[in-house]
Every structure is written in C-alpha cells, then in structure tokens.
Antibody, heavy 124, light 108 residues
Framework: EVQLVESGGGLVQPGGSLRLSCAAS????????MSWVRQAPGKGLEWVSV???????YYADSVKGRFTISRDNSKNTLYLQMNSLRAEDTAVYYC??????????????????WGQGTLVTVSS | AIRMTQSPSSFSASTGDRVTITCRAS??????LAWYQQKPGKAPKLLIY???TLQSGVPSRFSGSGSGTDFTLTISCLQSEDFATYYC??????????FGGGTKVEIK
C-alpha cells in the first residue's frame, strides 16, 4: 500500500526551528517528485517546497531562505527543516507525492497520495 | 505565478442535487488541472487530474471539464459523503504549483 506518514510537528516559539519527517511506504521517495503543502487554520492549500527525483529543490517565496527540503534514501523519508519560524508559518503541513514518474520520465503534476498532516504552531 | 479563482466560495445544496463548481486560471493552462476533495481534519484527496480524468476509485458521479482558463467540477447526484471543501490546482506552471481558494459544499 502506498502511504505517507508525517511526524515532527509541535509548538515552537517565533524564531525557533523544527524538522518535519515524512516516511514513505509502497514506493521510493528518491524516484519521485516529493512536495510539502501547508494549510493555515481555516485557510486554503499552499505549496511550500518540492524535491525532484534528480535532487533539484524549489521553494515558495514565503519560505525561501528559511526552509530546507531533503530526503534520506536509505530511510525512504522526506524532511522539511524549518528555521526562523514566524507566526504566519502556523499550519498543518502535508507531504505529498507530486506528478507522475510511472513511465520512466517524471512530470510535475497533481498531488497523490498525501500524508495525514502534522500541525506546526508558532507562538510565544 | 498563475492565480486560480474558484466560485462560489461556498454554497448549500441537498442530497440528490447536481452541483457545479467553477475554477478559472489567470492565464491559459491547457488541461493541466486537478481537483481535490477535503473533509474536516483530513488530508485532501485527489479526484480528477488532466482536467477530466477520474482518479482510480473515485465515484463516477464526479466529472471534470474545461481547458485553457475555465474549468468545472460537477457532481451529478450529491451524496451525503460529498459534503466537503473542493480545491482546484494547476500544474502548467511549475515548480510553484498553485491552488484555488476552495469551495465549501454545505448541507441545505
């Protein structure tokens, strides 16, 4: 079964750091595009970051320079290191597989599957 | 960045109704559009990709159409489990993929 399980969320003070993890099963993280998407309380969905199968990484302007996406191939796990956290970073963070790599080549696209989400609260 | 605008932002409907949600892109995105359903406290669920291709396991009462800048999600006969919030998402312009603001379907 294809599954993603996030962990690492919690309460952190402004300016603090947190690392989120996303453990995958049923497929290989390094062979796919993997993204983080967040949702502030009562708000819509916002793409945060992606790591492509080749290792290239990209970030939303709102987190660029503060967040770092990475993966551990041996653990089949995706990470999001979040530094210099702000109140506006408060959200549920989801990891998701992005696009389609089933045909040998990868294409950016839709998000499926998604993890269950982990809540990050930035507050003093 | 491509801006995605959904309408309406919310509405009420009854079980058995045919409902349509609209999504408009700020520039042409061909058919590079996906639709998701999200229930409270849950992760979004992929319903449709490539504007009209139904994801495996999704009931056939869901359908999508459109290309270019205007898209629709239709639920042919609303069921109780369909009351949720729906989001569109473009993947024409990457890596910064963007979502619509969501449409909440509530029980009348």
């Amino acid at each position: 079964e294809v599954q993603l399980v996030e962990s690492g969320g919690g309460l952190v003070q402004p300016g603090g750091s947190l690392r989120l993890s996303c453990a995958a099963s049923g497929f290989t993280v390094s062979s796919n595009y993997m993204s983080w998407v967040r949702q502030a309380p009562g708000k819509g969905l916002e793409w945060v970051s992606v790591i492509y199968s080749g290792g290239s990484t990209y970030y939303a302007d709102s987190v660029k320079g503060r967040f770092t996406i990475s993966r551990d191939n041996s653990k089949n796990t995706l990470y999001l290191q979040m530094n210099s956290l702000r109140a506006e970073d408060t959200a549920v963070y989801y990891c998701a597989r992005e696009g389609d790599c089933s045909g040998g080549s990868c294409y950016s696209g839709w998000f499926d599957p998604w993890g269950q989400g982990t809540l990050v609260t930035v507050s003093s | 960045a491509i801006r995605m605008t959904q309408s309406p932002s919310s509405f009420s409907a009854s079980t058995g109704d045919r409902v349509t949600i609209t999504c408009r892109a700020s520039q042409g995105i061909s058919s590079y559009l996906a639709w998701y359903q999200q229930k409270p406290g849950k992760a979004p669920k992929l319903l449709i990709y490539a504007a009209s291709t139904l994801q495996s396991g999704v009931p056939s009462r869901f359908s999508g159409s459109g290309s270019g800048t205007d898209f629709t999600l239709t639920i042919s006969c609303l069921q109780s489990e369909d009351f949720a919030t729906y989001y569109c998402q473009q993947y024409y312009s990457y890596p910064a993929l963007t979502f619509g603001g969501g449409t909440k379907v509530e029980i009348k």
